[in-house]
C-alpha cells in the first residue's frame, strides 16, 4: 500500500466520521429535544392521554358533577395571646357526584357550617400560611363535610376565597 494511498483512505475515514458526528450532534439534541416537549405536554395536560373510549368515559363523569356554594364564613380566629383579634373570610364551593348528592348537601347546609365553624375557631392564623396550611384546612373541611352529610359523599371542597385579617 503506497503512502498516497493510505492518506486517500484516512481522508475518506475522517470525512464519514465527521458526518457520523454532525449527525450526531445535530440529531441527538433534537431527539432530546422533542423527547423532552412531548413529555412535557403530556405531563400538563396538552397532549390528552389514551383513547377515545377514555374521552367519552371521562366526558360522562364530568357531566355529573354538580358543584354547591355555600355561604361565606367570616371567623374570629383562635388568638396568639395578645388583644389584636385575627379575622378570616372562607368562601367554599363542594363537588358531589350528580344532582341527587346536591340536594343532600343542600339540606345539610346549617350542618357543616356548624361543623366548619367549631373546626375555624380553634385555627391559628399561623397554621393558614403557605400551601401546605390550605392544604390542610381544605382536607380537614373535606372531611367535616363528609362527616355532616353521611352517608352522601362530596369529592372535594373548593376554596374559592380565604382571607386572613
Same mark, same amino acid.
Given at each position: 500500500?503506497?503512502?498516497?494511498? =493510505? =492518506?486517500?483512505?484516512?481522508?475518506?475515514? #475522517?470525512?464519514?466520521?465527521?458526518?457520523?458526528?454532525?449527525?450526531?450532534?445535530?440529531?441527538? &439534541?433534537?431527539?432530546?429535544?422533542?423527547?423532552?416537549?412531548?413529555?412535557?405536554?403530556?405531563?400538563?395536560?396538552? #397532549?390528552?392521554?389514551?383513547?377515545? /373510549?377514555?374521552? /367519552?368515559?371521562? /366526558?360522562?363523569?364530568?357531566?355529573?358533577?354538580? *358543584? #354547591?356554594?355555600?355561604?361565606?364564613?367570616?371567623?374570629?380566629?383562635?388568638?396568639?395571646?395578645?388583644?389584636?383579634?385575627? *379575622?378570616?373570610?372562607?368562601?367554599?364551593?363542594?363537588? #358531589?357526584?350528580?344532582?341527587?348528592?346536591? /340536594?343532600?348537601? %343542600?339540606? *345539610?347546609?346549617?350542618?357543616?357550617?356548624?361543623? *366548619?365553624?367549631?373546626?375555624?375557631?380553634?385555627? %391559628? &392564623?399561623?397554621?393558614?400560611?403557605?400551601?401546605?396550611?390550605?392544604? %390542610?384546612?381544605?382536607?380537614?373541611?373535606?372531611?367535616?363535610?363528609?362527616?355532616?352529610?353521611? &352517608?352522601?359523599?362530596? %369529592?372535594?371542597?373548593?376554596?374559592?376565597?380565604?382571607?386572613?385579617?
Amino acid at each position: 500500500m503506497s503512502a498516497d494511498q =493510505t =492518506t486517500e483512505i484516512e481522508a475518506a475515514g #475522517v470525512k464519514a466520521g465527521g458526518r457520523r458526528k454532525t449527525i450526531l450532534m445535530i440529531g441527538l &439534541p433534537l431527539l432530546l429535544l422533542l423527547g423532552g416537549g412531548g413529555t412535557a405536554a403530556y405531563v400538563m395536560g396538552l #397532549v390528552p392521554p389514551g383513547n377515545a /373510549a377514555d374521552g /367519552a368515559a371521562e /366526558a360522562a363523569l364530568s357531566a355529573d358533577i354538580v *358543584f #354547591v356554594d355555600l355561604p361565606d364564613l367570616l371567623i374570629n380566629l383562635n388568638g396568639d395571646g395578645s388583644r389584636r383579634m385575627r *379575622f378570616l373570610k372562607l368562601a367554599t364551593a363542594v363537588e #358531589v357526584a350528580g344532582e341527587e348528592q346536591a /340536594a343532600t348537601v %343542600r339540606q *345539610f347546609v346549617p350542618r357543616i357550617l356548624d361543623s *366548619f365553624h367549631m373546626y375555624l375557631r380553634a385555627v %391559628r &392564623p399561623e397554621e393558614l400560611e403557605g400551601s401546605q396550611g390550605v392544604y %390542610r384546612i381544605k382536607e380537614e373541611l373535606l372531611a367535616r363535610t363528609n362527616e355532616a352529610i353521611r &352517608p352522601a359523599q362530596v %369529592r372535594s371542597v373548593l376554596i374559592r376565597e380565604l382571607l386572613v385579617q
